[in-house]
């Protein structure tokens, strides 16, 4: 299945796998070496902590080339009205709250920053919107009403 992204996305999954590559690893391997040294490997706390780090490593870094062979880089529509891939969405609920998301891709979710799934709930009743238009979400907590005030693009 294709992984859509932001170029800004990829580069960041690109970053932190050359982190995880050339600086963690490195570090974690020297650290087990320096603590088989020490002999008895069997109640070396050291050495077994770091066994079991290298193997998280292992694991993320073999998680992200799976990601990363999937992307599918989504250029941004910089002159669109409305909502696709990659749009900053400025909505209002029906207390007049605004709040601005970005509908990226999943493994650039970051609700602290507004960044949401393009396969979540609000990005789904979102996509293909346009400024003006009423959109109802369907929450646990009982239906709520937007209304999309502004859609933008930005680079990545």
Do not use: C
Request: aromatic fraction near 6%.
């Amino acid at each position: 299945m294709t992984n859509y992204i932001t170029s800004a996305g990829a580069k960041k999954l690109q970053a932190e796998l050359a982190r995880l590559l050339n600086t963690d690893r490195a570090k974690v391997v020297r650290d087990v070496a320096e603590a088989a040294a020490q002999g008895d490997r069997s109640e070396n706390a050291e050495y077994i902590y770091g066994k079991r780090k290298l193997r998280e490593i292992d694991r993320r870094i073999h998680f992200l080339r799976k990601r990363l062979e999937l992307v599918e880089v989504v250029a941004p529509r910089t002159s669109e009205k409305r909502i696709f891939f990659g749009a900053s969405v400025e909505i209002e609920d029906e207390d007049g709250k605004r709040t601005t998301y970005r509908i990226v891709g999943e493994d650039e979710i970051d609700l602290a920053l507004g960044h949401v799934s393009w396969r979540s709930p609000i990005g789904r009743a979102l996509l293909k919107r346009q400024e003006g238009d009423s959109v109802m979400l369907k929450r646990p907590s009982g239906d709520v009403e937007l209304v999309v005030v502004a859609v933008r693009y930005e680079g990545g």
